[in-house]
């Protein structure tokens, strides 16, 4: 039996498995980097064991060093939660060989699952519906095709190719990404990504748990799923449930996995692949069915049977959401910080089956957690369980909204306004529904009213932090004068640039009078703001303002606004939505400006691969070098062609936001 399991992961996985070994009784070991020394996984694991450095490679992906972690710990049992090890039949056969138990399928299982055209050959043979694969580019048949790699699991390395002129150099760019060999096969476009989750035990028994909609995705990573698919019936269901049953017989599975299928608008379905983890998205399964699939997972590792008679019935409707570090601003690349605040209002468990519909958080962050480079940016996941879809998308979306997510910037209001959008209501989705409907990714605080009045509570709260640490005559009201003078000025960055606030104060402390108006950048650096307004808006009554809570009423409607200053920025929450604004110095320090000619590091992470030399001419486009950060691999190209004129950086560099990379001569 198990007696002490090491998770061989970090973050929101880890701390999943942590809560079930507490409940069953087993001893739990965590792991952790130098950058995690203070990670909440570390903090609630029984004992942790430091591996010495930052990046993944030699931490988190180091077979040797978590194998002797385990041993120093006295554990007898490995768990490697749900990323690149839980796939990597090196490593599992490494454990078993080190006299440990192997929570997960047998190394020579996935040996066989890791190339995918092999996994795809037994599938078929098996007579599951396969799309066709192409390890020849000369030999594809028509257009448009997908190249996949080989090997390995996951969306990197994919490219959709509509015409032969481009495939040649297409399948070449990919070999290199993915350093290996590829495939192609058919593109089929307006599908689902579904996948029927399983649970396969030594005694043979296989036992599907519903289905899975993953259609909401981006550049194919999975952000929004849900279950049950509300484009699967009962019939269809059946169907892909046994389907799923046959190929992981086919391919003698064991353990927690998801066999994943795309499903056309037609009702046919075609085998993608079968991933053998424990998937992100297992919280939305484990909501509707009742049962902890960590527990039945160690279960199986124990050599056990599964303690259930078949597929459990479906209760109700589960969705669930990726809450990532990523910034808009700078398409989507992850966003490195400091996470100040992390809290959702209402949540009624964490990490484990609720016991009635609700709100769920699985988290691997905590308040002044650290986000850096060297991770997946995946913050959290939230789960609404409600009796309906309608209701679960609902509670959902408000709970999103209300969250404060402050010092990092996520994907939070992406995700509001998929939830929110009236086909995915409707449950007309696909993989390419962010594809149609762009209008999800626009900033959920649009209303210029409600940033008006997010810069006014900013500035009267403050105000009131100013008064209330005031060391002499902290009573008097802020901005008192014997003889009334010029309105009280902020001046704010916020999301449409930078806004100047005023407002006046009559001798009893009450607002006589506010205005916001837009500042033109040039303009901060002259003095003089602070001038007559240009628009008086509505008479507002300041119910109380304090240094984090303004209650306000605008027009008879009262309204509280909850705002944590951190340092110069204010993060404001209200009904109307929430917005950051950086406060600008009225005499900012003068700072070197960057040539046009500089490419400067998108956000922290280190240097890859650099493709170009000094003195090397360039053509726009051209690919100079790539930077890791966060699990992915980003590209920086030439805007425009030239001559590199200054190449500061090399391979295996450590680069911060903003740090020069190279410069380019313009031709």
Same mark, same amino acid.
């Given at each position: 039996?198990?007696?002490?399991?090491?998770?061989?992961?970090?973050?929101?996985?880890?701390?999943?498995?942590?809560?079930?070994?507490?409940?069953?009784?087993?001893?739990?070991?965590?792991?952790?980097?130098?950058?995690?020394?203070?990670?909440?996984?570390?903090?609630?694991?029984?004992?942790?064991?430091?591996?010495?450095?930052?990046?993944?490679?030699?931490?988190?992906?180091?077979?040797?060093?978590?194998?002797?972690?385990?041993?120093?710990? !006295?554990?007898?049992?490995?768990?490697?939660?749900?990323?690149?090890?839980?796939?990597?039949?090196?490593?599992?056969?490494?454990?078993?060989?080190?006299?440990?138990?192997?929570?997960?399928?047998?190394?020579?299982?996935?040996?066989?699952?890791?190339?995918?055209?092999?996994?795809?050959?037994?599938?078929?043979?098996?007579?599951?519906?396969?799309?066709?694969?192409?390890?020849?580019?000369?030999?594809?048949?028509?257009?448009?095709?997908?190249?996949?790699?080989?090997?390995?699991?996951?969306?990197?390395?994919?490219?959709?190719?509509?015409?032969?002129?481009?495939?040649?150099?297409?399948?070449?760019?990919?070999?290199?990404?993915?350093?290996?060999?590829?495939?192609?096969?058919?593109?089929?476009?307006?599908?689902?990504?579904?996948?029927?989750?399983?649970?396969?035990?030594?005694?043979?028994?296989?036992?599907?748990?519903?289905?899975?909609?993953?259609?909401?995705?981006?550049?194919?990573?999975?952000?929004?799923?849900?279950?049950?698919?509300?484009?699967?019936?009962?019939?269809?269901?059946?169907?892909?449930?046994?389907?799923?049953?046959?190929?992981?017989?086919?391919?003698?599975?064991?353990?927690? !996995?998801?066999?994943?299928?795309?499903?056309?608008?037609?009702?046919?379905?075609?085998?993608?692949?079968?991933?053998?983890?424990?998937?992100?998205?297992?919280?939305?399964?484990?909501?509707?069915?009742?049962?902890?699939?960590?527990?039945?997972?160690?279960?199986?590792?124990?050599?056990?049977?599964?303690?259930?008679?078949?597929?459990?019935?479906?209760? !109700?409707?589960?969705?669930?959401?990726?809450?990532?570090?990523?910034?808009?601003?700078?398409?989507? +690349?992850?966003?490195?910080?400091?996470?100040?605040?992390?809290?959702?209002?209402?949540?009624?468990?964490?990490?484990?089956?609720?016991?009635?519909?609700? +709100?769920?958080?699985?988290?691997?962050?905590?308040?002044?957690?650290?986000?850096?480079?060297?991770?997946?940016?995946?913050?959290?996941?939230?789960?609404?369980?409600?009796?309906?879809?309608?209701?679960?998308?609902?509670?959902?979306?408000?709970?999103?909204?209300?969250?404060?997510?402050?010092?990092?910037?996520?994907?939070?209001?992406?995700?509001?306004?998929?939830?929110?959008?009236?086909?995915?209501?409707?449950?007309?989705?696909?993989?390419?529904?962010?594809?149609?409907?762009?209008?999800?990714?626009?900033?959920?605080?649009?209303?210029?009213?409600?940033?008006?009045?997010?810069?006014?509570?900013?500035?009267?709260?403050?105000?009131?932090?100013?008064?209330?640490?005031?060391?002499?005559?902290?009573?008097?009201?802020?901005?008192?004068?014997?003889?009334?003078?010029?309105?009280?000025?902020?001046?704010?960055?916020?999301?449409?640039?930078?806004?100047?606030?005023?407002?006046?104060?009559?001798?009893?402390?009450?607002?006589?009078?506010?205005?916001?108006?837009?500042?033109?950048?040039?303009?901060?650096?002259?003095?003089?703001?602070?001038?007559?307004?240009?628009?008086?808006?509505?008479?507002?009554?300041?119910?109380?303002?304090? !240094?984090?809570?303004?209650? +306000?009423?605008?027009?008879?409607?009262?309204?509280?606004?909850?705002?944590?200053?951190?340092?110069?920025?204010?993060?404001?929450?209200?009904?109307?939505?929430?917005?950051?604004?950086?406060?600008?110095?009225?005499?900012?320090?003068?700072?070197?400006?960057?040539?046009?000619?500089?490419?400067?590091?998108?956000?922290?992470?280190?240097?890859?691969?650099?493709?170009?030399?000094?003195?090397?001419?360039?053509?726009?486009?051209?690919?100079?070098?790539?930077?890791?950060?966060?699990?992915?691999?980003?590209?920086?190209?030439?805007?425009?062609?030239?001559?590199?004129?200054?190449?500061?950086?090399?391979?295996?560099?450590?680069?911060?936001?903003?740090?020069? +990379?190279?410069?380019?001569?313009?031709?």
């Amino acid at each position: 039996m198990i007696r002490r399991l090491l998770v061989a992961d970090r973050g929101e996985i880890a701390r999943r498995v942590f809560a079930t070994c507490r409940l069953v009784g087993i001893e739990t070991v965590a792991v952790y980097s130098d950058v995690d020394t203070d990670a909440p996984h570390v903090n609630e694991a029984d004992y942790a064991v430091h591996l010495e450095g930052s990046s993944p490679a030699t931490t988190y992906l180091d077979h040797d060093a978590l194998i002797a972690a385990a041993k120093r710990a !006295g554990a007898n049992a490995m768990h490697p939660g749900n990323g690149v090890l839980a796939e990597d039949p090196e490593f599992a056969g490494a454990v078993a060989d080190a006299g440990m138990i192997w929570v997960g399928p047998p190394a020579g299982i996935l040996r066989t699952l890791h190339s995918k055209t092999e996994t795809k050959k037994l599938v078929a043979e098996a007579k599951v519906p396969v799309l066709p694969t192409f390890t020849d580019p000369d030999t594809v048949p028509g257009f448009p095709v997908l190249i996949k790699p080989a090997t390995g699991f996951g969306g990197v390395g994919m490219r959709v190719v509509r015409d032969a002129t481009t495939l040649a150099e297409a399948v070449a760019s990919t070999r290199r990404e993915v350093d290996g060999e590829v495939f192609c096969e058919p593109y089929v476009s307006n599908v689902r990504h579904i996948e029927v989750p399983i649970l396969a035990d030594a005694m043979g028994a296989v036992v599907p748990f519903g289905e899975r909609e993953c259609s909401v995705q981006r550049r194919y990573q999975k952000i929004v799923e849900e279950t049950p698919s509300p484009a699967v019936d009962a019939a269809l269901r059946e169907e892909l449930c046994r389907a799923a049953i046959v190929a992981v017989r086919a391919l003698g599975f064991v353990g927690a !996995g998801a066999v994943e299928f795309l499903l056309d608008a037609d009702g046919d379905f075609w085998f993608l692949e079968l991933t053998p983890t424990l998937q992100t998205d297992h919280a939305v399964t484990e909501c509707v069915s009742g049962y902890d699939l960590v527990r039945l997972q160690l279960l199986i590792a124990e050599d056990g049977s599964l303690p259930m008679p078949g597929p459990p019935p479906i209760r !109700g409707h589960a969705i669930e959401v990726r809450i990532c570090a990523e910034d808009p601003a700078y398409a989507w +690349l992850p966003a490195a910080g400091t996470l100040h605040r992390f809290a959702v209002p209402d949540v009624a468990g964490a990490f484990r089956p609720l016991p009635q519909p609700g +709100l769920r958080l699985d988290s691997g962050v905590a308040d002044g957690s650290v986000t850096g480079m060297h991770h997946d940016p995946m913050l959290a996941k939230l789960i609404a369980w409600a009796p309906s879809r309608q209701e679960a998308a609902r509670m959902l979306a408000s709970a999103l909204a209300r969250a404060q997510l402050h010092g990092v910037v996520t994907n939070r209001d992406l995700l509001v306004r998929v939830l929110r959008h009236q086909s995915f209501r409707n449950g007309d989705i696909d993989t390419g529904f962010l594809d149609r409907h762009p209008e999800v990714f626009a900033p959920l605080l649009s209303s210029v009213d409600a940033v008006r009045l997010s810069c006014l509570a900013a500035a009267l709260a403050g105000a009131a932090a100013r008064r209330a640490g005031a060391p002499v005559l902290g009573s008097l009201p802020s901005g008192w004068r014997n003889v009334p003078s010029g309105s009280q000025t902020a001046v704010y960055d916020g999301p449409t640039g930078p806004v100047e606030v005023g407002y006046r104060m009559d001798r009893h402390g009450e607002l006589a009078g506010w205005w916001v108006r837009s500042v033109d950048p040039e303009e901060l650096d002259l003095a003089g703001l602070g001038q007559a307004p240009v628009d008086e808006h509505p008479p507002i009554v300041i119910v109380s303002a304090a !240094g984090d809570r303004v209650v +306000l009423n605008v027009q008879g409607i009262r309204l509280a606004v909850l705002v944590h200053r951190v340092g110069d920025v204010s993060y404001v929450d209200s009904p109307e939505g929430s917005v950051t604004l950086r406060e600008i110095s009225r005499f900012p320090l003068p700072t070197p400006e960057a040539t046009e000619s500089s490419l400067i590091a998108p956000l922290p992470g280190a240097v890859r691969r650099v493709l170009v030399v000094p003195g090397q001419r360039v053509r726009a486009g051209e690919l100079l070098l790539t930077l890791e950060a966060m699990k992915l691999e980003h590209p920086v190209h030439a805007p425009s062609a030239g001559v590199v004129a200054s190449l500061p950086v090399h391979p295996g560099a450590e680069v911060d936001t903003g740090e020069l +990379l190279a410069v380019l001569d313009p031709e």
